[in-house]
């Protein structure tokens, strides 16, 4: 399989669950994104990995926990979320050192209710 | 200074017109401008980029025109269909070097109808 692969594709959880995105990309490339999509927003990213180690973490809640325990996986934990965060959560990776773009997943839709 | 800012947030076009979304930017060393296009319940895909050193670049009915001067380049829809409904998204990002990546800085994103 090629490109980047997001599981699950949609997710209901309640405010108390603990639940995990992952993001899986066969591409080598080295750097991952998680991007959060809300509806009549634009894309917000969240957090980067370069080569395994986390580069950017924009302000984002502690109840968004990433991992990212090699260049071609990319986990987002979650836990005791608002139903604010419901939204299209899209993972990216690229290829670093090189100009180029990013290759998205699907995305998974997430429901908090 | 990292902003890029995108307009029309929508845009709706009849068949067989064309379709015009631009985007403005100020950080003088971005030196990569791609376009994303989005369908819905899918990921952003790239569809076509440009570098500064050319003022337009085409493929197929998609042609970005690139303004350096003025600090602007658009994506131009010629002879648009209902298939190009989407979302489209401008980005930019500075030249990434040995381990480094080049991040994106997106637009706001306009979302096309084209009526048949």
């Known amino acids: 399989e090629t490109g980047v692969t997001q599981t699950p594709r949609h997710l209901v959880m309640g405010m108390t669950n603990k639940k995990s995105l992952k993001c899986e990309q066969h591409?080598?490339?080295?750097?991952m994104y998680w991007y959060k999509q809300s509806a009549k927003k634009p894309l917000e990213l969240m957090f980067v990995?370069?080569?395994?180690?986390?580069?950017e973490n924009n302000s984002v809640p502690s109840r968004f926990s990433p991992e990212c325990p090699n260049s071609s996986h990319l986990f987002l934990h979650l836990h005791t979320l608002q139903p604010e965060d419901s939204a299209l959560y899209l993972c990216?990776?690229?290829?670093?050192?090189?100009?180029?773009?990013?290759?998205f997943g699907s995305g998974t839709r997430l429901t908090v209710v | 200074q990292q902003q890029v800012k995108q307009s029309p947030q929508s845009l709706i076009v009849q068949k067989g017109g064309i379709s015009i979304i631009n985007c403005a930017y100020e950080?003088?060393?971005?030196?990569?401008f791609p376009w994303y296009q989005q369908f819905p319940g899918k990921g952003p895909a790239l569809l076509i980029a440009?570098?500064?050193?050319?003022s337009e670049k085409k493929e197929g009915r998609f042609t970005i025109s690139f303004n350096k001067s003025a600090k602007q380049f658009s994506l131009h829809i010629m002879d648009s269909q209902p298939g190009d409904s989407a979302t489209y998204f401008c980005a930019a990002s500075q030249s990434a070097g040995g381990t480094s990546y080049g991040k994106l800085t997106f637009g706001q994103g306009t979302i096309l109808t084209v009526h048949p």
């Open positions: 990216a990776s690229s290829q670093a050192g090189h100009r180029g773009g990013y290759t």
């Open positions: 591409l080598g490339h080295n750097a």
């Open positions: 440009i570098r500064p050193d050319v």
């Open positions: 950080n003088t060393a971005f030196d990569y």
């Open positions: 990995y370069n080569f395994k180690e986390q580069t």
